[in-house]
């Protein structure tokens, strides 16, 4: 099962606009981590942020975490056509290894 | 430094036929974890080996099992497919035990007809 909720479940925007994905989760965590998938090929790894961090940044990227309300959000900014994409929050729960859980993702399309 | 490899990338196969997939983690990396992704279940997590031994294992039927070498590298094995066995399975390495991020490889795509 599904751990978490992602929000939307599709964005269309234009290049050069922000990006805003939501990824809502269910247990205590040890940290949440953003991957993006490009049409059914492997995840790349985009960032991790612990559960005692509130933001980090990577470079067009900026993840906030909010433990008390169990969600996290990913912003892209400044979009490009190479972002289009579809992104998954996974967390890493406290007591379970590396076992990721993950969420539905969001289907990204930046339209040049 | 290498990335996590699978192969194969592609594979068909029969309805009651079995199916190796096999996965090289990074470099020094020693905790393999395996996922399926169907678009109906989304992206699942199968189980978690780290230095030979499985640590975690979803909810799936016992068809699925997995091994993990000395020199890390981990094989699953799906014995009598069937068709919802369709799916990307996807190969993940870590550097720790717990607490670290997960580097995936590029998948194996297979179908069952």
């Known amino acids: 099962s599904q751990q978490g909720e992602e929000d939307p479940q599709a964005l269309s925007i234009q290049e050069g606009e922000n990006a805003t994905m939501n990824c809502s989760y269910k247990?205590?965590?040890?940290?949440l981590q953003w991957y993006r998938q490009n049409s059914g090929r492997g995840l790349v790894h985009l960032i991790l942020?612990?559960?005692?961090?509130r933001e980090k940044h990577s470079g067009r990227l900026r993840v906030t975490l909010d433990t008390s309300k169990k969600s996290s959000s990913l912003l892209i900014t400044a979009s490009r056509a190479a972002d289009t994409a579809s992104y998954f929050c996974a967390t890493d729960a406290e007591n379970a290894g590396n076992m990721l859980t993950f969420g539905g993702g969001t289907r990204l399309m930046v339209k040049p | 430094k290498a990335g996590v490899t699978q192969t194969p990338r592609y594979l068909i196969k029969t309805r009651g036929q079995q199916v190796t997939l096999s996965c090289s983690p990074i470099?020094?990396?020693?905790?393999v974890s395996w996922y399926q992704q169907t678009p109906g279940q989304g992206l699942q997590f199968l189980f978690e080996y780290f230095s030979e031994t499985q640590r975690n294992k979803g909810n799936f039927p016992g068809r699925f099992s997995g091994r993990q070498f000395s020199n890390s590298r981990s094989e699953m094995n799906v014995s009598t497919l069937e068709l919802g066995d369709s799916a990307l399975y996807l190969c993940?390495?870590?550097?720790?035990?717990?607490?670290?991020?997960?580097?995936f490889g590029q998948g194996t795509r297979l179908t069952v007809v």
């Open positions: 247990t205590s965590i040890n940290n």
């Open positions: 470099s020094g990396h020693r905790s």
């Open positions: 942020i612990r559960s005692n961090e």
């Open positions: 993940a390495s870590s550097l720790r035990v717990r607490d670290t991020e997960a580097f």
